[in-house]
């Protein structure tokens, strides 16, 4: 409890250090924990100015240079080395061992064993070491004495004046931060023998869910082994040029031994999960474009809007001609009231993305009328989505040869995965993708039309096109129902015949019940693990150094069976729309 005192007197100085207009106010009472709310008596303005963080208040490559050697950091010169940014793909089936064993393979193509590390570090990389170097040096004896038992540096007081990118103000920033991220999925073991969270994790998860939480810890082992590699072989430029926190002076960081900054695994997936989960974007000229983000105080205590507020009732960050950060108001007069949240979107994302990046996944209250299988509104995240990917597959591998040109068409069309079902905009409905998949997966080819697999090199992938990769179209042998269907793709037709797209919602309502099936199974199977559950189960943790809370664990555990309740409601509703529209129903 003190500790979090102190920590809002941090973050109300961090604040009082701003060009601040007094229209908003840090709460520790928001439906989602810590938040911003609006302060003083009177409605907000449309699109008013709410807050703004000058480009010197914010945390990024160019405000870190005072701190982390230039080596280490991606500029427009010099970008940061392609592996640091590469895409993880991971296959949907995740290893039975966990996340993908990043320190046995080769950096770029340089070996393990070499001199050499693949430098400048990503903008995540070098930011997440800086915070992993800042929580380390908290650890150091304090100038003028021990701080709390929490291990945290000094909590400036709500009166003290924060000069800008100074150690003090690294020491506030980084103490309104989570002193840890127990909800999120990185913070267990992929190993379901490693307590109740994780066996749940492992198996009780949706699928894409899975999979998205398995790139995201592939991503940090990736992280991690450049990070080691780097203090293994070059101890050095992990002393940061600057004192970098009041905790120790620069009389006293002189006198330091060069191995006194240790970063560990821990220090470090704080300091990433605090990159991954508070940055924003900010243009920079960096290439590539995921290394354009900074860290932004007291802006990032904004929560995702919530499901129940509309466009039109959430605040807009918005870029300042010098590189600063503006958070502004809704732009309908009115739209917050005194004490209401301040928050903005994050982004487009579903409830798996925002489980396996965030860590939370926005509440959903379920109806009764839901419950019994009525259609209505979707009142949760406006971006949910149910993915199909797998279903799919599966049925154009039951189609051998055929199927295997079918997928090639889909690819050289550009339409190849990425298959979803939606509850909003209403009604319900397939999306775009998935309806051209169901309809080529019902178009018949003769044996004659598959062409030789031959080299994939030769796919096009342009749209649109008229001659259809490995689909051999001889003369007198022209298929008119794929002639249809391509037609489909260019708008040119509505379906391509009725008993093709008879056949596709029939597929369409047996993957939604697919689904409704899975979601079931996964739901019992968690209701039984948690019959069965031992009390010192829920304190179990991936790690050794810390435990979770049991409160942290109920609500993961809350978090999972909101996702697999929402995915069985969603394709209830599709199932439900399909059934009762027919075939002249519409798609989408």
Known sequence: MQEQKGRLKTASALLASFNFAGLVEISDHTSAGRGLILAGSEPSKADELLLRVPSTSLLNVRTAKRWLHTSLLPSKQRPSHPYNNATIEESTQPAPSGCKDIQSETLSGIEQGGAHVPLPLSSHQALALLLAIWKSAQRQPAQNGPHEKSGEGPLPLANTSVEVASPAFLDAFLGTAPASYDTHPLSYSSEPSAGLVPSILAKCLPAHASELVQRVRSRFHRDWSVIEGLQRRHPEMLIPLEAISDTVSSTKKASLPRQSIIVTKEDFKWGWLCVNTRCLHLPQGLTPHADNLTLAPILDLAN????????????????????????????????????????????????????????????????????????????????AEVRLDDGIIRLFKEQGDEGIAKENLLQARGYWLDYTIHPDPFPPHASHRLICALRLLHVPLSSTSVHERSNQNNLVRTYPITSAPFINRSPGRTNAELQGWEATLLGLRHHVSDENEDKAHGTLMKLCQDVMDDRTSRLSLLHSMLQNRHSESLSEASEPVKHASARDADSVIDMVRTMLIDDFDIAQSVLAITRAGGIESEWS
């Open 304 to 383: 995702h809007k919530p499901s129940s507020s509309s466009d039109l009732d959430a605040c807009n960050v918005r870029h300042t001609p010098s590189s600063g950060l503006e958070l502004h108001a809704p732009s309908r007069r009115g739209a917050l009231q005194p004490g209401d949240q301040v928050t903005f979107c994050y982004g487009a994302h579903a409830a798996q993305m925002l489980f396996a990046e965030y860590g939370f996944v926005l509440p959903r209250e379920r109806s009764p009328s839901m419950e019994s299988g009525q259609v209505q509104q979707w009142n949760g995240c406006p971006f």
